[in-house]
Structures are given as C-alpha cells and as structure tokens.
C-alpha cells in the first residue's frame, strides 16, 4: 500500500518540475523569436550631401551593426558609393552627423577614422613588393619590425598567399593583387572595412571565387563589412543585411531571403532577381485578382478591393496542360541559360517569363499554375507600372483577356449549336 504521506508531496515535486520545464521551454522558444541586440557601430544621421549643386543624398539615416557584412545594393548614380566615401572620411556631408560606437566623427579625417577602404583599382604600390606593402600601414604607426613581419606573415596565410612575400606586385594575377589589398587592410586591424566595388575588375569565376573568400574572411575576423556593388547575386551570396538603394534613398533593408522573397515595392522585386509584376486588386485578406482571375494568396492587411502590385517570381511558375490551369499562352521564345531555360509565354500581350529545367518549343499552347505561396503582393508606389515587358499587365489587357474568353466562350457556343443542328438534321433524314 502506498504511504500517501510520501506520495503527496512526490507529486507536488514532479509537477513543479514539468512547470519549470515548460517555462524553459518557452523562454529557449522566446530566444529563438527575439533576435540578440546588436551593437550599432556607425550611424549615419541626417546625411545630406550634394555634387555640383545636385542632391545625392538627402537626409539619409542608416545604421550599421558591429559585426555585419552589410552590402550596399543599387544601380549606378544611387548614392551608394556617396555613402561609402562620407563614412570613409572622405566626403564631409553638407548636413548630418557620422557616428562611430556613438561617438561623432563628421569632422574627423579619414587616417584618424578606425576604418580602411579597398576600392575596385586596389591601389597597391607598383615599386613595392607583397611584403612591403602590407607592411606599409604598420610602419606608418610606428609598430616594431618583429611585429609587422608576424603580422603579415598572419595576413598572407588569411588571404592564402603564404610564399608570395617577396613577389612584385607586377607578376600578381588581378586575384592575387585584390588579396594582396585585402590583406594591406586588415593588418591595420580596422574595426570597420570598406570595399567599393572591389570584385568588378575580376573575371566571372575569379568573382565568384573572391566572394568565398571574403566572406570566410569576414567571418574568421569579426570585422564588420560594408560592401558596395550593383551585382545582385554577389549582395545575395556574401550578405547578413542588403541595403537596396536608388536615387539616394533606401528602398529596403533585410537580409537576403527577406530581399529576394518579400520586396518592398516594384523597384526592389524588379531589381533583386527577375520578376513578372502585375496590377493587381485585393479583393480581400488572401484573395487576390490579377491576369483576369481570383487567386489565393497568402498576404493580407490590405484592405477591401485596393489596387496593388503581384510579384511572380520566374522559377515558382509551373508549366501545365492549358486545361489544368486559368492562366493560357503561347511561347514566344526560348533561351537556355545552362541550368534552366528561360521560356517568354505570351498571356493576352502580356509577356510572362519562365525559368524551368524543361525544354518547350515557340509556339507551344501552355498554361501557367501557381500557388498561394508563388504570389506576393506589395502597396503600389512610385515605380509601379514603370519596368519593361514582364510588369506591364494593366486593366486594359485584363479588359482584353476578358473580352478574349468571352469571345472564346462565344465562339464554343456557336460550335455547339451548329453541331447540334447537324445532329438534328440527320436525325430527319432518319
């Protein structure tokens, strides 16, 4: 028989023990959802700066966190480099305040920021071997000869150019050179490394390549990043934050998954990757019309019936049988890209893009499906309607589309009737 006297607080003591379980369990699951506070290592505050009279930037505010590689993202004449050069010291804005860990720098020459710039002509010195040019900086600080040559021995081994000390720069391949820059930056052990473009002199693979090893080197020193290029796969691959950029203003920061699968607006789906961008209407919280049709989709807060801008990224169309779908076109051209094809469907004038692994021929009649979560949908702004033959798909061609069914519905109708009266006409001759 059980003695009750032990039993009761046995009991107790399990159950207290299964209730701090679930608080911890919910408090690892908290952890998980609440990303760990960052330190700002640089704020730009209000940045305005202008070239020969004409506005670059306009109070401009960004802030950067220690220990990122943040990537400045945009086409050329977006400002990107603009703000490279004001953190850099190298422009003094014409209003606003540079911030480094919270201390104020505008006025602060570049050689006394705790940064260092690579810039896309590597600016290494021709009379210099490898050695002493990474050298260069250390001396000028004064640092002892047993140190610097630690130090770039350390620095050569980093950037895999062990052996290459005493090579002149002249006999550097255009890698070798870049890693050589790289390496001349980071023994000045800055706090903050810039890099303009710095890949854009390189051959494809080269690039690729590079981009590997940037970001290993990026995260073997903890040094914070900031990148500018207008390649935006290289910004997809190498980046903890994108900053997407045009005409001086941020159109979205996020991470690249964020980017690439949740655009802001039109400018950002459009330049991130391909995009088919359609007017759209949200009828409702996931509902949504575009292409003459009513889709599920899995955006809402919108409200009732508010135009809207429809992203359909290439890759998430599938390609069907014409009756297994509302979306019908023919192919208009094919072109292979060595991991896919890239197919233009034509749906009522308006040219749908493809990316698939299947091969179709032009003139193919095919349908289009898509998923809830093939469609997103964005507030419609200032670049809607703006960007070429895959996002022009207004009201006039939905007009088109369905004047089009209806004619097609029509002309079924009369193939009907006429086959009917054929039938009925035999049957008299019976």
Not at 97 to 119: A, K, S, W
Request: glycine share 8%; proline share 3%; net charge negative.
């Amino acid at each position: 028989m059980i003695d009750k006297s032990f039993a009761i607080p046995y009991i107790y003591f399990i159950m207290s023990v299964l209730e701090k379980c679930r608080i911890l369990a919910a408090v690892r699951h908290l952890a998980k959802e609440i990303p760990l506070l960052k330190n700002t290592i640089i704020s730009l505050q209000n940045i305005t700066v202008s070239y020969d009279g004409e506005q670059v930037l306009g109070g401009f505010n960004l802030e950067i966190h220690d220990g990122e590689f943040v990537t400045l993202l945009g086409p050329s004449g977006c400002g990107k480099t603009t703000v490279l050069r004001t953190i850099a010291g190298f422009i003094k804005p014409d209003a606003g305040d540079v911030f480094f860990n919270d201390r104020n720098i505008t006025g602060l020459p570049p050689h006394r920021r705790e940064v260092n710039t690579i810039f896309q002509k590597y600016a290494l010195f021709p009379h210099l071997n490898v050695y002493e040019n990474i050298a260069f900086g250390m001396r000028l600080k004064g640092r002892s000869e047993k140190e610097i040559k630690q130090t770039v021995h350390e620095m050569l081994a980093m950037v895999n150019l062990t052996g290459y000390a005493h090579r002149g720069i002249g006999q550097l391949s255009g890698g070798q050179q870049q890693r050589v820059a790289i390496a001349r930056a980071l023994a000045n052990e800055p706090k903050v490394l810039l890099l303009d473009e710095p890949l854009g002199a390189l051959d494809l693979k080269l690039r690729k390549d590079m981009q590997a090893e940037l970001k290993k080197i990026q995260q073997q020193t903890g040094i914070t990043f900031v990148f500018v290029t207008h390649d935006q796969e290289e910004a997809l691959s190498m980046s903890d934050t994108v900053v997407v950029m045009d005409g001086g203003v941020i159109q979205q920061i996020g991470s690249p998954t964020d980017i690439y699968n949740e655009p802001k607006n039109a400018f950002v789906a459009d330049f991130i990757g391909e995009s088919n961008i359609l007017d759209g209407v949200m009828l409702e919280d996931y509902a949504v019309r575009f292409a003459g049709h009513t889709f599920s989709c899995l955006d809402g807060g919108f409200g009732r019936n508010t135009p809207v801008d429809v992203v359909i990224r290439p890759e998430d169309i599938k390609v069907v049988k014409p009756d297994a779908t509302l979306i019908i076109g023919d192919v208009t051209a094919v072109t292979f890209k060595g991991v896919h094809y890239e197919i233009i469907v034509d749906v009522a004038g308006f040219k749908w893009m493809i990316q698939s692994t299947e091969c179709r021929q032009v003139g193919d009649h095919i349908g289009l499906a898509l998923t809830p979560d093939d469609i997103h949908v964005m507030e419609k702004s200032e670049y809607s309607g703006v960007f070429g033959d895959y996002s022009t798909f207004s009201d006039e061609m939905e007009e088109d589309m369905n004047a089009s069914e209806e004619a097609k519905a029509s002309d079924e109708e009369d193939e009907l009737t006429e086959a009917q009266a054929e039938r009925e006409e035999k049957d008299d001759e019976i």
